[in-house]
């Protein structure tokens, strides 16, 4: 009999490993089409291309996406954001990307980028930020200025992926 009630509790316990996965995959689907809807709206209210929209949504399984406003205010983050960083999308919101970086960012490189933004052209470095614990991590940083259809800067996309050190 013992052997019986071992067969029976088998197939449950698998199920509930299953569950498991699937309620994690699901959730991921589910910040995922958030995400995509939110970048749609920003690409919308903006006047983005459709060009600009489709490299953004094709690169937001590969990179951490960080959409400012002109004034450099973090409008948006996309998944991956709060693993990379520590900080929850609420907490970026508004703040200017610099808050990640810290004593040892390489101040040549951040200069660099301020300057190419400055002429709207694309930006694209190695900075050492720091998490919200205040663990160093190097961040590699593609910043592309977004030009809506009527050719007016209106927003700035950053595609980051950590590396390792």
């Known amino acids: 009999m013992q052997d019986l009630d071992f067969d029976m509790k088998a197939p449950l316990l698998s199920w509930d490993v299953f569950c498991g996965t699937y309620n994690t995959l699901m959730k991921d689907a589910e910040k995922y089409q958030q995400s995509v809807q939110q970048m749609k709206q920003i690409a919308k209210v903006n006047l983005w291309s459709k060009e600009q929209l489709n490299e953004a949504l094709k690169s937001i399984r590969q990179f951490v996406i960080v959409i400012t406003d002109p004034a450099q205010q973090i409008a ?8 990379m960083t520590g900080y929850s999308a609420e907490e970026a919101y508004g703040r200017n990307p610099k808050f990640l970086q ?22 694209e470095t190695v ?25 007016q800067l209106v927003n700035y996309i950053a595609y980051e992926q950590e590396i390792a050190a």
Do not use: A, H, M, W
């Not at 101040?107 to 301020?114: A, F, L, V």
């Open 127 to 151: 900075l050492e930020n720091y998490r919200k614990d205040g663990k160093l991590y190097l961040c590699k940083i593609i910043i592309k200025p977004v030009v809506n259809i009527r050719k």
């Open 76 to 83: 948006f983050t996309g998944p991956g954001f709060e693993e």
């Open 102 to 123: 810290g004593p040892t960012t390489n101040k040549k490189n951040t200069q660099t980028i301020k300057q190419q933004l400055t002429n709207n052209k694309v930006s």
